[in-house]
């Protein structure tokens, strides 16, 4: 990779990622100044190392692979600093799932957004009331005029479309607990392309 191209490909990131990250980032540290220092120190890791990346399309997982590297990093560089009533868990938060597993779910999360959107309205809008705004399902009865086992049928019909979707687009890799962790894309474009 040229001088150039490693550049663009940095601002690229940067333009994509930096808000994300810095959400990413704070949730992890409650507190501004570090969770700063650290995407500095992300941005700059990215910029030195992205010509390391052979494989493009796992670069978001490299990216949040690094920024998880870079809190732990920062936790440990202050464990003799830090207090048991400052922060009693943060390593056990920090290292709590693999480095790829948060990040390959916001992807499959990222790829959701499109699907539901696709979905018949009667269909979208059970889902995002029950599944994105976490409304009790007898309150989404109401809201939409169904009886609640309607409202509950019509949820689970939302989400079965949602995973035909998701599984005629991607392969999906599970952990242990059967949560999604990998996911290679069947070559239809992007996840919001026609199933």
Known sequence: ???????????????????????FILRRTNNDADAEDILQDVFYKIHTQIDRVKDTTKIYSWVYRITRNAIIDHYRSRKGNISLEESPDVFEIAEREPPEAEAEREEIVACLKPMVERLPEDYRLALQLADVQCIPQGEVAGQLSLSVSGAKSRVQRARGKVKDMLLNCCNFEFDRLGRAVGMDNNGCGSCGGDS
């Open 1 to 23: 990779m040229t001088v150039l191209e490693t550049q663009d490909a940095t601002y690229q990131i940067w333009v994509e990622l930096k808000a994300n990250l810095y959400r």
